[in-house]
């Protein structure tokens, strides 16, 4: 069976420059590309990188290669890391792209557990996801296998469990504008679902929740409660959720012809600690000035609110009204009980299996099966009150 290093001699090119030019991954000068087409076609063959491609351009023997990639015997750091650039720049993906994939499957899905945080700052809703994925894998025979991603390289550790053949795809959450995962893993056509968007101009599989709609049902709650100061405590700026969620209060807002303070619009990490820091601030403004209405993008920060709100010696749901969102069960046992928004948690993570086992089984993408949730809005004691009411 020919070899990209057999086109590469025929064409007298080298090994990258006849996978550039079959690949087009990489700019090549048309006449070299033709000399390499031409070489290919005269042998019949169609890119294909092998395991013998890599061990050619790292210049090691195949077995060498194997053992990287499967951790299998010693290997010095300088050859491995020669293998792995090897295998990175010709993209190889072991037992993937292979019609042998159904017989070589490892039965286990890729999933990064969520970086270490500032204190204070968890997302508590990803435990209850993670359970319900574990759940729905193990119903197709699957296990799940967790990793940490590195802050400053976030695809590196997905690249390793491919090479190494250690998953068969991956389950993401924490997405974000532009996700370099996303991005890497869309360019190696590996097996992959998404809880959350990246790039509108991507088109990848993914579930979401339409946070913005959800916020904006939660502000409209608080405003047919006769609520008008109304504050929000968002995420920094640049947070596709954070920003998506904001943009619901906002649309609220807007509609019912209230003009909006910016004092009333205040970001921070979803941590109690800061959410209570913020809601002092908010509420030592003067009474006609200080909101009526608090709305949390959390449940965790609404706890940070209603602490605040309690130790300045106001009352919540009379003076000032909180909401939150997620339906952490902490919500219904808390007093007041909170107001929140509930995230389909349980369909949207059996939805996203689903997805993910048809790309692995079919071999092919889903990429046009995209499906938004609309959260329901729980009311509960902590906006129940009306604002003029005794």
């Avoid at 250690?166 to 974000?176: C, E, K, M, P, R």
């Amino acid at each position: 069976m020919a070899t990209l290093k057999d086109i590469a001699e025929h064409a007298k090119v080298s090994i990258l420059t006849a996978y550039y030019a079959l690949s087009e991954t990489q700019p090549v000068e048309p006449a070299i590309q033709s000399q390499v087409r031409a070489a290919a076609a005269a042998i019949g063959y169609k890119l294909n990188v092998t395991l013998r491609d890599v061990a050619a351009l790292a210049n090691v023997s195949v077995a060498t290669v194997s053992y990287v990639l499967n951790n299998s015997a010693p290997v010095s750091q300088q050859t491995s890391r020669r293998v792995m650039d090897a295998v990175t720049v010709l993209g190889y993906r072991p037992n993937v792209t292979a019609k042998n994939l159904k017989t070589s499957k490892t039965r286990m899905i890729g999933y990064a557990w969520h970086p270490a945080y500032p204190e204070g700052y968890f997302n508590a809703l990803l435990n209850h996801f993670i359970y319900a994925v574990t759940m729905s894998a193990e119903a197709c025979g699957y296990r799940i296998l967790t990793f940490v991603e590195a802050t400053d390289n976030r695809s590196a550790a997905y690249e390793e469990l491919i090479y190494t053949n250690h998953v068969d795809g991956f389950i993401l959450s924490n997405t974000n504008s532009d996700d370099a995962r996303i991005r890497r893993l869309m360019e190696m056509r590996f097996p992959f679902a998404a809880f959350g968007r990246a790039n509108d101009s991507w088109s990848f599989p993914y579930v979401d929740v339409d946070g913005r709609a959800g916020i904006r049902l939660a502000t409209e709650h608080l405003l047919s409660q006769g609520h008008e100061r109304i504050a929000i405590l968002g995420w920094p700026e640049g947070s596709l959720t954070g920003d998506e969620r904001l943009h619901g209060y906002i649309d609220a807002m807007t509609a019912a012809h209230i003009n909006l303070r910016s004092a009333w619009i205040v970001r921070t990490l979803n941590s109690v600690r800061l959410a209570y820091q913020e809601t002092e601030k908010l509420i030592k403004q003067s009474e006609d000035e200080r909101p009526t209405a608090i709305v949390a993008l959390t449940d965790l920060m609404a706890i940070g609110v209603m602490r605040a709100i309690e130790d300045a010696g106001l009352r919540i749901g009379h003076d000032i009204a909180v909401t939150g969102f997620d339906d952490d069960p902490m919500a219904t046992f808390i007093r007041p009980s909170l107001t929140t928004l509930r995230q389909p948690i349980d369909a949207l993570a059996g939805q996203m299996i689903d997805m993910l086992m048809t790309w692995i089984n079919e071999e092919t993408q889903p990429s046009d099966r995209h499906f938004m949730f609309i959260p329901e809005l729980i009311v509960r004691e902590s906006s129940q009150t009306a604002l003029h009411s005794s």
